[in-house]
Each structure stands twice: as structure tokens, then as C-alpha cells.
């Protein structure tokens, strides 16, 4: 018998855009998607980062892998009141990411490097052309360490700086948790499930997720891991979501 899936929760913030699949699986489905981190991102203070005894200053360069890198990097250095200088140089992962830096600095003034395919090692290449500068890197308390090896590799003077950090984003007593199906994007996620619910039954709750690392994640917490992406049927989530529910419950339309 199949399941009757009528609310799904997924953790992560609501699309910006209208034209979201979780929409048309909403619709399609007849299904209520929540959307709601388990996790959020909060800045470390000024007196945490000084505890790192990291000058800013002392650096040519800084490396930015994530737009939220850039937000409390800035913060910080206003909040430590540091003017970072014109000559200052930085290097972005993504295109994306180094022109979200016009949101701090005038971004035709300065120098400005950033990979085309989003790839540790193509940004690494770029770098080490400018091997003589001193490379600050901000990260969060919980972070891949890929880029970091690589500049090792490639003896890289760079100095790891850690200015936010992941926690959970705890429920209220005043939300309802009453989801047939929750989908998570990082073990962390998981993480703050059980932090949340210590006593968290499964039962007849579907648990989705997406990557390797949530996957074992899940597992690893005694948990059913009932729908996994990427798979070569389904690159994404929402179309793993999308074959899943057809196969639970049918398409609505298809039924009508």
C-alpha cells in the first residue's frame, strides 16, 4: 500500500524564484512543501577572532570559496574597524562569487581573480601565478579541507581563518513537526534533527537526502534513507523527489 505523503519539509531556504521544480512538484502532486534550514550560519565575534591572533592586514590576498565567506569577512574587518587597502587582491571560486564582491569594494578598482569552472584546482592554477602573495583564506568552523590541501600541494603561504560558524537552527516549541517526509543537503542537518528531537522515531516518515556524505550521514544515525541524489536517473533532488512520489502516490493530474 502506499504511503499518503501530504507534507514534505525540505532544509533549505525557500527558492527566490517562482520558477522553482519544488513548486511544480507541489502542484503536480497535490503536496505542501515547507521550506526550513536545520542548520544556519551565525558570525563569530570580534573577540573569538582576535583569539586566532590573525592580523588581517598581514595578508596581500584573501581567497573567498562562498559569497557567505565574503559577507562576514567584510563584517568583521567593520567590526574590528580594518580598511582594507586598494592593493588588497582577491581570489573567488566562481564568477558568481567575485561579483558579489561590488556589494563591499568598487569592483572595477581592484584586482580580481576568479575560475570558470568552480573547480579547486583550476582556482589553484590561478594562484599559484601569484605565488608570492600571502593568502588569507576565511572559512567556517565546519569546512572542506580539498582547496586547502591543494595550496599546500602547491606550497601556497596562506593562513586558514575561521570567522562564522554552523549551528542548529533549533524548531520553537510553537512549530509543528508533522512531516511525512524530510529531505537534508548535509550530515549536519541530521545533526541538528537529533538535536532537535532526541527521541526522533521514523517510523512511516520518508527520509530524503542528497550527496554521499549526507547519505552515510543518515545511515550512520540508525535512520531508513529512503530517497538518495545523484543518481544517474536523478541528477537533482527534485527529480528524485519527482520519481519517488510518482511511484508512491501517482501523479495527481494523471488521475484526474
Known sequence: MALNIKKLLVSQPKPSSEKSPYFDIAQKYGVEIDFRPFIKVEPLSSKEFRQQKISILDYTAVIFT???????????????????????????????VAVYLQKYIVYRKRKIFYGQTGKPEELVTIISKHAKEKYLVPVSDVHKDDLLSKLEAKKINFTKAVMYRT?????????????????????????SLLKNFPNFEQEDIRIGCFGPTTAKAVKDAGLRLDVEAPTPEAPSMTAALDQFLKKEIGSKKNGK
Open 66 to 96: 562562498a559569497r557567505t565567506a565574503i559577507d562576514h569577512f567584510f563584517h568583521l574587518c567593520e567590526e574590528l574597524r580594518i580598511a582594507i587597502p586598494e592593493t588588497m587582491k582577491y581570489f573567488c571560486m566562481t564568477e558568481a
Open 167 to 191: 549551528v542548529s537552527n533549533d524548531f520553537t516549541e510553537e512549530e509543528k513537526f508533522d512531516y511525512d517526509m524530510l529531505v537534508f543537503f548535509s550530515p549536519s542537518g541530521i545533526s
